[in-house]
């Protein structure tokens, strides 16, 4: 069924059936045929043109513009082409620079960010690609450090931005977060300079970012909602989340509660109708308001400490619900928050530490069902039920030296599939049902996506839109496969 037309389909509609019923039938009468004629193919073409755009607009796939999906949750609508299009087939490779940046699918264009050289690069590649390579359509760099100048958690490990960007589809206007506070907005559509810097600011340089005992940079990606960029900027005295306005960089708000970033990124929830925006701080989970008179007011604040400020798993909504999870050395945690009200600390909570468990990735949410790496397995978990569906064997190679999970997934909720990315030494992509009634399937496997054998970090998320997946690891190798 297509969706309802737009406003613009109606007014077309209206006014052309407005001219018909108002034209005087005398002075109608009295024009020549063919200025009859002219009006009449005129006010066909006028329509067609606007129907056209609203068909477009009806067909066109769910771009994958931010972190973790359409709508931030790991899931979009497509299908997963099965069983025609497994294994998928490669359209090309290339390398971007380092960094644990996902890349964006939109408008059948890969956008990405990567560090090379003292600089980072943003690249705008037609996803078709010609000859086993990327046609570039774009790449804009600026001077920047490797990591952090404030970095005090692993300095050197983590090269490049580690923040996804996050682009508005309609706009073409594109959000990019370094790892050294870089808050840039790049006009992707913009016909005589495509990828025309718009604004520019740093959070440490501009605003005087803090940083904790453990810090690893700006980690967290941009979330854009109504005027406003949402990003963590972690300051200690200023506020933990702040909003710049979209068109100017200029800030619109900040919480008002304070704190230095944690690693996971933000996300939207809608409290009794409220939009509120969910944040992890370095020792709390924010929920503050977004709704006009209240910006940046505190909804919940939730003990949430890191030992080592790893709270790497974004937090996960559902309705009123958030689930936080995160993983260190020390042990694990799971807790599920349900918020009850805009009244200060207006909450439930339960412990899913025993059920769920998730070190650095981030789970896919499918109809109230939580899809995810645990260890070297992939697990589903029932949101409602607090009780696990089923696990599969052992999936994933092996993990990280150190123990973190080095691989993620995303379900394709079309035809109730999931994509799975094990992203360490060489690469390998698994298709399996994400159904939670029925037990572990996996469908087909494609091994070695990038041709190695040596030691590869996978970190950065996978990516699904239009029938394309696009894998890269930290070190920048980029591979475009098509499921058509």
């Not at 063919?34 to 755009?53: H, P, T």
Request: hydrophobic share 35%; glycine share 10%.
């Amino acid at each position: 069924m297509l969706p309802a037309r737009p406003a613009s389909v109606e007014a077309a509609l209206v006014i052309t059936s407005q001219k018909a019923r108002h034209t005087n039938p005398a002075k109608a009468a009295s024009m020549p045929a063919d200025f009859q004629s002219l009006r009449c193919r005129l006010a066909i073409l006028i329509l067609a043109g606007v129907m056209g755009c609203w068909g477009a607009a009806a067909t066109r796939p769910a771009a994958w513009s931010q972190w973790h999906g359409p709508d931030r949750t790991g899931a979009i609508a497509e299908a997963s082409g099965w069983p025609q299009g497994w294994p998928p087939k490669e359209l090309w490779r290339t390398n971007v620079g380092y960094g644990a940046a996902a890349p964006l699918i939109v408008n059948d264009r890969v956008y990405a960010i990567g560090w090379k050289a003292g600089q980072d690069s943003v690249h705008c590649l037609e996803a078709a690609g010609e000859h086993g390579k990327p046609r570039e359509i774009w790449v804009k760099s600026y001077a920047c450090p490797p990591g952090s100048r404030k970095g005090t958690r692993f300095p050197g490990c983590y090269k490049g931005p580690m923040a996804t960007p996050a682009m508005e589809p309609d706009t073409g206007y594109l959000y990019t977060l370094s790892c050294d506070g870089d808050l840039r907005c790049w006009e992707a559509y913009n016909r005589t300079e495509p990828g025309k810097l718009k604004w520019a600011l740093n959070l440490f340089g501009d605003y005087q970012a803090t940083v904790g005992e453990e810090d690893y940079g700006f980690f967290g990606s941009p979330l854009l909602y109504g005027n406003w960029v949402i990003v963590e900027v972690g300051h200690n005295k200023e506020g933990a989340t702040w909003a710049f306005d979209k068109g100017t960089g200029k800030v619109a708000w900040k919480s008002a509660a304070c704190g230095n970033r944690a690693t996971a990124s933000p996300a939207l929830i809608f409290v009794e109708g409220t939009p509120c925006v969910v944040a992890i701080t370095s020792d709390r989970c924010l929920v503050v308001r977004m709704d006009k008179g209240h910006e940046g007011q505190s909804v919940v604040e939730h003990p949430w400490k890191s030992l080592y400020n790893e709270s790497s798993p974004s937090p996960i909504v559902s309705g009123n619900e958030v689930l936080l999870t995160m993983c260190e050395s020390v042990g694990k945690r799971t807790q599920l928050l349900t918020i009850h009200s805009l009244k200060l600390n207006d909450y439930s909570l339960k412990d899913y530490t025993k059920e769920f468990f998730t070190c650095t990735s981030t789970a896919a949410l499918n109809e109230g069902n939580l899809y995810f790496r645990s260890g070297r397995k992939v697990r589903s978990f029932g949101l409602d039920s607090g009780k696990m569906n089923w696990e599969s064997g052992e999936v994933f190679e092996e993990n990280h030296p150190m123990g973190a999970e080095v691989g993620n997934l995303l379900v394709t909720a079309g035809d109730r599939k999931m994509i799975i990315w094990d992203g360490i030494k060489q690469g390998n992509l698994v298709l399996a049902e994400a159904s939670p009634r029925s037990e572990w399937k996996e469908l087909c496997r494609l091994n070695g996506v990038f041709k190695k054998s040596e030691y590869e970090q996978g970190y950065p998320h996978v990516v699904f839109c239009g029938g394309r997946i696009v894998c890269r690891n930290m070190e920048g190798d980029m591979v475009c496969l098509s499921v058509r």
